[in-house]
């Protein structure tokens, strides 16, 4: 099933690419003689052989061979809540600055998967952020957001 | 300049109190990467990399690839002490090494694995200080034509030998190109794929994609398994750390040759540690009197594989630094670290930049040193790691990462671009497609369409260019044979069963 679904997305992104290639690259009539759209086309050719070749080992793999995966439904929906904390940990990282940002996700994070060693975490959660804060920020000046904090 | 002075001349650099310090360093943070389990040389170098974006580009190569041939010590550490390898390359380590744990033999098995990864590591080196030079001599007589097809055999390689499916690995490959080609095209300053967003003018940061797809999506891949419950526990060091006599007797064998496998392997592209140290096994298995004893803690089971993923990284070095081509995604990153720092690996470097190639070759026998200082008397400090607990690690990963990724140039893209790449590097890790192959191709992506273009142009468009000369044809014939190769193979072994 998975190889299915991966064929499936490769050929649809196959598709996707050649209708990119073709509608938003121009084609002028100085530069070299090859333009900027026939290595993308390789590169579409070459999807589709990998499609090919994606349904030619799907073909011929005995079916017990196919691998039985358990069911990590539950595991895939943490995986993608740690996605979405991420994305929000992102989104905040200018708004709030990174030391308050941070502290704020390795909380949380740590919290689930670290559970009931709180006094831990927290220390974690503000030496990390406020430590690699004053080393990159303030000692290798590595651009880091400030954000509601005055240094 | 003859081998000899430019050996003598890049010791006068490695050297170098600075450099000394930096090799450190990087052998240290590479046995630190090793040790921990699932995070690997290249996710280490991945965190690393953005961090010496200002430094002296000499100093940072030097420490990045004392990273990356650290981190195989180090691997060996957790392969023999909770059957996980830190190292992929490990993987094979882990079958007697920790067989040999239980025993009472932890001791022994560290230390062969130290002693072993020393001596093949400084046969590497010797290899690829005589190696190096001679091959870039010989690349120097390729045109863009030549070019275009190393580099498209190179791809088709790594696309076959790494992983299961080859499918797989051309599909991870087309995967890379297609991302290199996002950006501002150069010759006709056409935007191609950049969705009108600024951000992407230039293309998306190398950086930014390994970072997401290493070290993001090992974090990932971490927490899920934290959050199923899966640990593995840990031996404790007993016995001595050192050999008997019989061990030594056993071990002399296995690292010599191994380290001679490592090399020539690591030489060719894609091939990478894990073959080597699988070749190497295999090849003890073969030879050894009692080869029923391999999986029962047989020594030789550790001495071989764990020399030769040491060698390894010396031969990987060799096609990268004499022919701009990584063999491994490590060398991929550390190929991205001499592009990030405007330096261009390939035939010239050697002419161009002696001291900085000779003082990077000659820093890894220095580096080699080190490693076994660390890994012999002081592995009990780095066991240490392996009671950090992971709840605590991973997050750490993720807050790191975002550090890198701001860092390249403060904007918030390039956060969610990681993002992005870590949650593909986490589906790849799902649907057992290879990541090494996107992040060689992603590399090598510009310079091998700059190559094709030119080609062409001398041509005028016309493709038979790269079917007029020897070393083209030669390498076409390879790109294909290692594209069909794996499919013949198996039709001729389904046809003889």
């Known amino acids: ?151 | 300049m003859d081998i000899l002075s430019a050996v003598v001349n890049g010791f006068v650099v490695c050297l170098q109190p600075i450099n000394l310090w930096y090799t450190f360093i990087g052998v240290l943070l590479g046995t630190i990467v090793g040790v921990l389990p699932g995070l690997g040389a290249s996710t280490g170098m991945a965190l690393l990399l953005p961090i010496t974006y200002g430094m002296n580009p000499t100093s940072a190569l030097i420490m990045l690839a004392g990273l990356y041939y650290g981190a195989k010590y180090g691997g060996s550490t957790t392969a023999i002490l909770i059957k996980t390898p830190g190292e992929a390359s490990a993987v094979m380590t882990s079958l007697d090494g920790y067989e040999m744990a239980k025993k009472g033999r932890a001791g022994a098995a560290l230390a062969v694995a130290a002693i072993g990864s020393f001596i093949a590591g400084t046969i590497g080196v010797l290899a690829l200080s005589l190696f190096a030079v001679p091959l870039a001599a010989a690349a120097i007589k390729f045109g863009p034509a030549e070019y275009f097809c190393l580099m498209l055999f190179a791809l088709t390689a790594v696309s076959s030998l790494s992983g299961k499916s080859p499918a797989k690995g051309l599909l991870s490959t087309t995967l890379g190109l297609i991302i290199a080609t996002v950006g501002t095209d150069l010759q006709t300053g056409q935007q191609r794929f950049t969705l009108g967003m600024v951000g992407l003018q230039d293309g998306i940061s190398f950086i930014v994609v390994v970072v997401g797809l290493f070290a993001m999506a090992e974090a990932f891949r971490g927490m899920e398994e934290l959050h199923r419950g899966v640990n593995a526990p840990i031996m404790r060091i007993s016995g001595k750390l050192w050999l008997t006599r019989e061990e030594w007797r056993r071990s002399v064998g296995p690292i010599w040759r191994g380290g001679v496998i490592g090399f020539i392997i690591g030489v060719l592209p894609g091939a990478g540690g894990t073959i080597s140290a699988i070749m190497s096994y295999a090849l003890e298995r073969r030879l050894a009197k009692n080869p029923d004893q391999f999986g029962k803690g047989a020594i030789e089971g550790v001495a071989g594989p764990e020399s030769a993923n040491n060698s390894d990284t010396a031969g990987a070095m060799v096609p990268m630094l004499s022919l701009g081509i990584p063999g491994s995604g490590g060398t991929a990153v550390l190929l991205g670290a001499f592009i990030m720092y405007g330096i261009q690996p390939g035939p010239m470097l050697f002419s161009k930049h002696p001291d900085l190639v000779w003082g990077l070759i000659d820093s890894m026998y220095v580096g080699n040193i080190m490693l076994l200082i660390l890994n012999l008397p002081l592995i009990g400090i780095f066991v240490r790691l392996l009671y950090i607990p992971s709840g605590v690690l991973y997050p750490l990963i993720v807050a790191t990462s975002a550090i890198g990724a701001f860092g390249i140039s403060g904007d918030t893209l390039d956060l969610y671009l990681v993002l992005v790449f870590g949650v593909i590097g986490y589906g790849f890790e799902k649907l057992e497609i290879p990541a090494a192959p996107l992040v060689l191709s992603l590399v090598l992506g510009a310079a091998m369409e700059q190559s094709f273009r030119q080609a062409m142009t001398i041509s005028g468009a016309s493709p038979s260019i790269f079917f007029n000369s020897v070393i083209s044809v030669t390498l076409l014939s390879l790109a294909v044979i290692s594209i069909a190769g794996p499919f013949l193979a198996a039709r001729w072994r389904t046809r003889q069963a």
């Not at chain 1, 009539?29 to 052989?49: K, S, W």
């Not at chain 1, 994070?109 to 974690?124: A, E, M, R």
């Open chain 1, 1 to 151: 099933m998975p190889n299915a679904i991966l064929l499936a997305g490769t050929v649809g992104l196959a598709g996707a690419y050649f209708y990119a290639i073709f509608f938003t690259i121009q084609v002028r009539a100085f530069g070299d003689p090859v333009g900027p759209r026939m290595f993308p086309i390789l590169l579409g050719c070459a999807l589709l052989l990998s499609a090919a070749m994606l349904a030619y080992e799907m073909w011929t793999k005995p079916k017990s061979e196919e691998g039985a995966s358990p069911d990590n439904r539950q595991s895939l929906l943490i995986v993608a809540a740690v996605a979405a904390l991420t994305f929000g940990y992102f989104l905040a990282f200018e708004p709030l600055g990174y030391v308050v940002s941070t502290s704020a996700y390795l909380l949380v994070l740590t919290s689930y998967f670290h559970k009931g060693k709180h006094l831990i975490n927290l220390s974690t959660a503000l030496v990390f952020s406020l430590g690699t804060y004053l080393l990159f920020a303030k000692g290798l000046q590595v651009s880091l957001p400030s954000g509601v904090l005055p240094f």
